[in-house]
DNA sequence: ACTCATTCGTTAACCATTAAACGATTTGAC
DNA sequence: GTCAAATCGTTTAATGGTTAACGAATGAGT
């Protein structure tokens, strides 16, 4: 990536409404986040995915975690989750151990060393957060936020 | 991906804050609409990059339009527009012509096939979009396009 | 005219993602 | 008990994305 980007012409035409816009509107901010984060994270040898995986790992501790539930909490596909841990795994960030009780299933759990990267993260996460949403007021943040969850709750689908 | 999504969970031990909040809506609403979309688009046997650079290409018409140009236009990098673009020709939905007068440059244009599967496509498409935002009204979608834009805007590069 | 920096497109190597097929294991119907 | 179905993780092939390095063509300074 070593140009500027150009924004985005809706006078095409074909026709341009609501709906539209809001999609478009949507996917340009998950690119500005994107061209946000990666670097950000980078500098801790880190992808967005794998904090985020080692967030959710964080989260259940040493409760069970399978794989199977992993890409569930990721919203992704079970497959991912195989080459996601494998690289991980060689970083020396996440364990994965056999159910004696069940020997198809693996419960995944942080190291040490991951514990320990994820908290020098999470030192300055607040920060690299805020800033990706300087350009909003805290009450219109909440508003965006309420937003869209109000339009992904129109596709939720049933089981939490 | 073949089971339920789960609710995303921010109760790991870090602090929750609005822009947290707004960043994990954000990559929901993308997701929830990568979903929504790809069905959608492989229907016809696209994807929403290729349907993308397929609009750009159709704005331009006959005008000049550069790869490179294309990569500024679609916020990618321009070694993906290579590949995106040779897997497209081979489908026969655009062409490449080379620029005699600088022969660094090639040219992209639709295709007969490709203006005509574009226009196939717009003939649903509008019904697409208004469904993915069928959860919010019309000044709530013009609500949340708007707040997206001025958070976007505040990463604005300059150059258009 | 020559050289050297710039620009355009490509290739290679990597990461993230998906669907589809597969092997191993557990479970349940009979 | 046995065998078929469901479940868990993996592998493979495809797509889309990145950066880094490269070759070819252009252009500008001297």
Not at 25 to 40: D, F, H, I, K, S
Not at 57 to 70: E, I, K, P, V
Not at 90 to 102: A, M, S, Y
């Amino acid at each position: 990536m070593d140009n500027k980007p150009i924004s985005p012409n809706l006078e095409d035409g074909f026709p341009v409404s609501a709906s539209r816009e809001a999609m478009v509107a949507v996917l340009r901010a998950y690119g500005t986040l994107q061209r946000l984060m990666e670097p950000y994270f980078s500098q801790f040898d880190l992808t967005p995915p794998q904090f985020q995986l080692m967030c959710i790992a964080h989260r259940f501790g040493q409760d069970a975690l399978t794989q199977r539930r992993l890409a569930r909490e990721m919203y992704v596909s079970f497959p991912n989750i195989t080459v996601l841990l494998k690289r991980m795994e060689k970083k020396g960030l996440i364990e994965r151990n056999g159910n004696p009780r069940d020997r198809r299933e693996k419960y995944v759990r942080l190291t040490e060393a991951g514990e320990k990267l994820l908290r020098r993260v999470w030192q300055v996460h607040q920060k690299q957060m805020d800033m990706v949403m300087e350009g909003l007021s805290v009450a219109e943040r909440k508003q965006m936020t309420a937003l869209l969850n109000k339009m992904t709750a129109a596709h939720r689908i049933e089981g939490e």
